[in-house]
């Protein structure tokens, strides 16, 4: 790669916050941020479409998000920020990059904070018929834009006990499903490989829409990386994370995909209508344990908006430190950017009117809107990692704490599997919405990003 001759990097966005987060807050939220709505929620239509191949696309695509991870471990550890990969691909790429990957993935959280609301209001409805599911969703606005307002050790500690319980969750569904396949679990026969006799049952193209459901299924894992620069020792709370980032991702999300289509037929219609996880308890014949991984999924739905006003709130912050937006959003009180929080949360309170308004088609028409953000934003962190790289050999290779292996030839790898993603995108009618939507908001972002560098280099 040629020499960068991007502007010299951005100053560090997170001096005026609070570093209230302790190792182990940083750790559990490494931990159960792998544990996401999408994996709980979004996995049915993947098992339903792929059949017994969601483990393979589970794995095909869990191996590209290590990749990421790893190549924005790197950067992160070497350049502690809240603003993450948005201040790494400014430091690499210029401001228009920043600006553009800032305020997309704003857009993309800020937008998951309303779907999750719906989601978790959904849940709640099911147990409590004729309460309204925007009265659910607001109260659920109300409670965590309050807790991220207030000192970001809160945040911590909501997130530390929300992901305890969805990894001590997880941990024992896969215990139970191990069991149960290896015909030791009292009450249940194993079923051994019988549901598994049809690798492909709708073929290829199956296939495809498994590898386009897990993909967005691992979103949010970049959360860590903004929180890390508010923990006590960033470059330590950044290469635990990344370092570990392997197993979890294997253990979670591709172990229970195997588990899953094991114990429970690919086409069983209990596993798109009752989720994925729930149908496999209750194949087992456990009393309750549905209805308890119904409590988890409503959880992790809640720890994801928490989450999400969270990273941000943290993503605003950052851009406006950079000059890259309204001076208001950079205000920060009691360590806090509080301001930045509650225009965050804006649009989540909007999705309490949207619910209200058109409660049967919000959800999709908000799925369009960030349909391909995600893969917009990695490709910004492989194209920064390879120029942030040879910079940091040249002149900080102290710096290089976290490695990306066998670089270069594996983050090109990742840009090739991030562009066949695209393809894939394309071809299914499905998904060619929200990457129609999605291209259109980028080069929309991109525009005003190098008109404003433009600008700020004339003046």
Not at 42 to 68: D, N
Not at 444 to 452: E, F, H, I, S, T
Request: glycine share 12%; hydrophobic share 55%.
């Amino acid at each position: 790669m040629p020499r960068t001759t991007a502007a010299p990097a951005p100053p560090e966005p997170g001096a005026s916050l609070s570093h209230g987060l302790k190792q182990r807050h940083l750790s559990m939220i490494a931990l159960g941020g792998v544990i996401g709505a999408g994996l709980f929620v979004g996995s049915g239509a993947g098992i339903a479409a792929a059949g017994p191949s969601i483990v393979l696309a589970y794995t095909l695509s869990g191996l590209l998000v290590m990749l990421v991870m790893r190549m924005l471990g790197e950067m992160s550890a070497a350049y502690p920020s809240s603003g993450s990969f948005s201040a790494h691909a400014e430091r690499a790429i210029g401001p228009w990059a920043g600006f553009t990957a800032g305020w997309s993935f704003w857009v993309l959280l800020c937008t998951a904070v309303g779907l999750e609301g719906i989601g978790a209001a959904k849940i709640v409805t099911g147990w409590l018929p004729g309460t309204p599911e925007w009265a659910w969703v607001a109260l659920f606005m109300v409670v965590f834009c309050a807790t991220n307002l207030a000192a970001v050790k809160n945040f911590g500690e909501f997130e530390f006990w929300f992901a305890a319980l969805k990894v001590g969750a997880i941990s024992l569904f896969l215990v139970l499903g191990v069991l149960a396949i290896a015909g030791v679990l009292p009450g249940t026969d194993s079923p051994g490989a019988s549901h598994l006799g049809d690798l492909l049952p709708n073929g290829s193209e199956g296939l495809v829409i498994g590898i386009l459901a897990s993909v967005f299924a691992y979103g949010g894992l970049e959360t860590v990386t903004i929180a890390a620069a508010e923990s006590e020792n960033p470059v330590r709370g950044v290469a635990t994370a990344v370092r570990t980032a392997m197993w979890r991702i294997a253990l979670f999300y591709i172990g229970s995909m195997a588990v899953i289509v094991t114990l429970v037929p690919w086409d069983s219609e209990a596993v798109t209508a009752k989720g994925p996880y729930v149908a496999a308890l209750d194949s087992l014949g456990i009393p309750g344990a549905g209805q308890l991984m119904n409590v988890v999924v409503l959880v992790a739905l809640l720890s994801a908006m928490n989450a999400n006003i969270y990273g941000s709130s943290r993503i605003a912050y950052s851009l406006v430190q950079r000059g890259q937006g309204p001076k208001a959003l950079g205000r920060v009180s009691g360590g806090v950017p509080r301001v930045a929080v509650l225009v965050s949360s804006v649009f989540g309170f909007a999705c309490v009117v949207l619910s209200y308004w058109r409660p049967n088609d919000v959800f999709s028409w908000l799925l369009n809107m960030i349909g391909a953000v995600i893969l917009v934003v990695w490709i910004f962190i492989a194209v920064s990692q390879l120029r942030l790289r040879r910079q940091l050999e040249r002149e900080a290779p102290e710096k290089l704490t976290v490695r990306m292996w066998a670089f270069p030839v594996l983050t090109w790898v990742a840009l090739a599997g991030m562009a066949g993603i695209f393809v894939l995108m394309a071809r299914e009618a499905d998904t060619r919405v929200q990457l129609y939507s999605t291209g259109v908001m980028t080069v929309v972002l991109a525009a005003v990003g190098y008109a404003w560098q433009r600008r700020r280099a004339a003046s």
